[in-house]
C-alpha cells in the first residue's frame, strides 16, 4: 500500500492547476449509455473513480478510448444490464448506471452499494423516482433488479436532497414519454454540469441548478461532446492548503462561484484571498480568526470540504463549532487529528475545535477520500514527519495531489509501505 510522507513547516508558492471534477465525470460517463453514439469528454482527471467507472461501462459492453485529459465512450450494443457487487462495492456512484440502463435498454441489474466509511448510504431515493417514471424496481439478493417498458414521465418531490438521486432522476426523465418536473432537487454545479451534457446530447431540461428541474422527454438522445467542470472540492482543499500554509498562492483554473460559501467564511477569517474570473489568488502567513460551520446542500457550505476546514480551524484563533448535518459519520479524521495534537471533541453531529494549537508530525490512517486530504493538509502545517496510510483513498479523488503540491514547494513523496 502506499503512504505519502510529508516533512512540514515548509511555506508554499506559486501556481497550482485545479483538474476536471470527479463528481461530474462519474455521471456523463454513465449518460453515455443513454445512446448508441460516441460521448467525448474533456477536461477528465486522472483519479481511480474514473477507472473504475469505465471498468463498469467495459464490462456492460462499453467500448472507451482516453487520451490525456480526453475519454471517448460508445455504448454500441448492451451486452447485459448488469453492475456487479464487486464493482459496485468499490464505488457508490456506480448506481448511477441504474437510471440511464431502465431509461434506454428497459431493465437494469445493478448490486446495491452498501455503505461506506462516512455513513450507510441508502439509495431509497434513487428506486422511488423511478417507480414515480414507471419502472418495476425490486430488490433481492443484494441486487437491485428494475424493468420497464417505456418510462412515463410524472411529478415528483424528493424527500431529501441526493445529488447522484437527482442526476440518476434526470438522466432516466431524458428518455420517458412526456414531462417530468421534480422538486427538491440537488442544485449542486455538478448537476448542472450533467444537465449541459445531456442538453447537447438532444435532451430537453431546463431548472439544472434550481430545486425545480423540469424535463420533456424525448424518442432517443444522440453523442456529444463536452468538457467536464473544474472539480470545486479540489480547489477548496487547495484553499486550504494556501491559506494554512501558503504565502502567496493562485489556484488557477477553477469557478470561484462554485465555493462562495467556504470563501466567505474565510474572508470573514480574516484570510487574505482575492477573487478573479477562473483563479483565486490567497496571501496566508497571517493569523486568522475561527468560524462555525454547518455543512449543507450546495450552495451551503459543501461536507466534502468539512474535513479540509476542521484542519485550518485547528490553526484559528478561537473555538469553532463543526456541525455535519449531512452524513451520519464523517468524523473519522478527528481521532487522526487529535494524534497530532489538534485540540478537538466530538458530540454527536458536531465537532468543537480549538485553536490555534501546533500539531506534531505522527503516522496517521486515511479511513475516506476527503478526510485523507485533511491528512495531507495538517502534514503541511504539523512540524517533523507525517506519515498518511492508506492513501489509495485520496487516489479515488485526487489528481496527482502530492505532485501538485509539491509543485508549490510542500516537502511531500509517496512511499511504497
Ligand atoms: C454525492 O454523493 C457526492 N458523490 C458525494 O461526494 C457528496 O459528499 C454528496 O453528494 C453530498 O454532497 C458523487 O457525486 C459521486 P447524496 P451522493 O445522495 O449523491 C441521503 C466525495 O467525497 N440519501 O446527496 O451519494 C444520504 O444518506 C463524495 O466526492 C438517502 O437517504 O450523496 C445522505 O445523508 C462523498 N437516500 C444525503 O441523503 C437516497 O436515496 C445526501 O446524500 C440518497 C441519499
Not at 421534480?182 to 431540461?205: F, K, Y
Not at 456529444?224 to 467542470?229: C, D, I, L, S, T
Amino acid at each position: 500500500m502506499d503512504a505519502i510522507r510529508i516533512e512540514g513547516r515548509r511555506r508554499l508558492r506559486g501556481t497550482i492547476h485545479v483538474s476536471g471534477a470527479k463528481n461530474a465525470i462519474l455521471p456523463a460517463l454513465t449518460a453515455a449509455l443513454l445512446t448508441d453514439e460516441e460521448v467525448c469528454l474533456a477536461n477528465v482527471p486522472g483519479v481511480r473513480d474514473v477507472d473504475t467507472m469505465l471498468k463498469v461501462l467495459e464490462h456492460l459492453g462499453a467500448e472507451w478510448s482516453r487520451r490525456g485529459d480526453r475519454v471517448t465512450v460508445r455504448l454500441g450494443r448492451l451486452l447485459h444490464p448488469e453492475a456487479p457487487y464487486d464493482l459496485v462495492r468499490t464505488m457508490r456512484a456506480s448506481v448511477l448506471v441504474l437510471g440511464p440502463l431502465v431509461a434506454r435498454h428497459g431493465q437494469a441489474r445493478v448490486s446495491m452499494p452498501g455503505g461506506c466509511a462516512i455513513g450507510a448510504r441508502p439509495v431509497d431515493l434513487h428506486l422511488d423516482v423511478l417507480r414515480a417514471l414507471g419502472a418495476e424496481v425490486r430488490q433481492e439478493h443484494g441486487y437491485i433488479e428494475a424493468r420497464a417498458g417505456r418510462l412515463r414521465g410524472a411529478s415528483y418531490t424528493f424527500d431529501r436532497i441526493t445529488v447522484t438521486g437527482t442526476e440518476n432522476a434526470m438522466m432516466a426523465a431524458s428518455l420517458a414519454e412526456g414531462r417530468t418536473v421534480l422538486r427538491n432537487c440537488a442544485q449542486e454545479p455538478e448537476v448542472s454540469d450533467l444537465a449541459e451534457l445531456l442538453t447537447r446530447m438532444g435532451a430537453q431540461i431546463s431548472g439544472a441548478g434550481t430545486d425545480t428541474i423540469r424535463i420533456e422527454g424525448v424518442e432517443s438522445l444522440g453523442g456529444a461532446e463536452h468538457r467536464v467542470v473544474p472539480d470545486r472540492i479540489e480547489a477548496g482543499t487547495f484553499v486550504c492548503a494556501a491559506a494554512l500554509a501558503g504565502d502567496e498562492v493562485v489556484i488557477q483554473g477553477c469557478r470561484p462561484e462554485h465555493l462562495s460559501a467556504l470563501l466567505q467564511r474565510l474572508t470573514g477569517c480574516g484570510i487574505n484571498l482575492e477573487v478573479g474570473v477562473d483563479a483565486i489568488t490567497i496571501r496566508g502567513g497571517g493569523g486568522f480568526t475561527s468560524a462555525d460551520v454547518s455543512t449543507r446542500p450546495y450552495p451551503g457550505f459543501a461536507t466534502d470540504l468539512q474535513a479540509q476546514y476542521m484542519v485550518l480551524m485547528t490553526q484559528a484563533s478561537g473555538a469553532a463549532v463543526i456541525a455535519e448535518t449531512i452524513f451520519e459519520n464523517r468524523f473519522m479524521h478527528v481521532q487522526e487529528l487529535q494524534r497530532l495534537g489538534a485540540d478537538i471533541r466530538c458530540e454527536g453531529h458536531n465537532a468543537f475545535v480549538k485553536g490555534p494549537r501546533s500539531l506534531s508530525g505522527a503516522p496517521v490512517m486515511a479511513t475516506d477520500l476527503r478526510a485523507s486530504a485533511c491528512l495531507i493538509l495538517a502534514g503541511l502545517v504539523a512540524s517533523g514527519e507525517t506519515l498518511v496510510r492508506r492513501v489509495y483513498h485520496l487516489d479515488r479523488g485526487y489528481d496527482r495531489i502530492e505532485e501538485k503540491l509539491r509543485g508549490l514547494g510542500a516537502e511531500m513523496e509517496r512511499i511504497k509501505e
